[in-house]
């Protein structure tokens, strides 16, 4: 199997890095404020209005684009074939 090829003993090795696990966090807090702020629900409070829409806008804009253009691994083939790509960008480097 591949896990030879990058000398991965075994699949308990491969973890989701906790970059992944925050970014995802973040996408849902921001999707989640952004929606409550749609329906009328209470957001996080700042003190003004208008400040917090842009501001919302912004972070909710930021963190989608972020967290869209990342690797957000979570499975184990997904986990494998990342360090699969690490070892041929090492294998390249060298």
Known sequence: MNEEIIGIEDERELNVTIETKVRTALFFVVWLNQIFA???LP???LDFESTYAVVSAIVTFGVS???WWKNNSFTNPALLGDEVMRAARHAKED
């Open 65 to 67: 684009a972020w967290a």
């Open 43 to 45: 957001t996080l409070n």
């Open 38 to 40: 749609f329906v009328g």
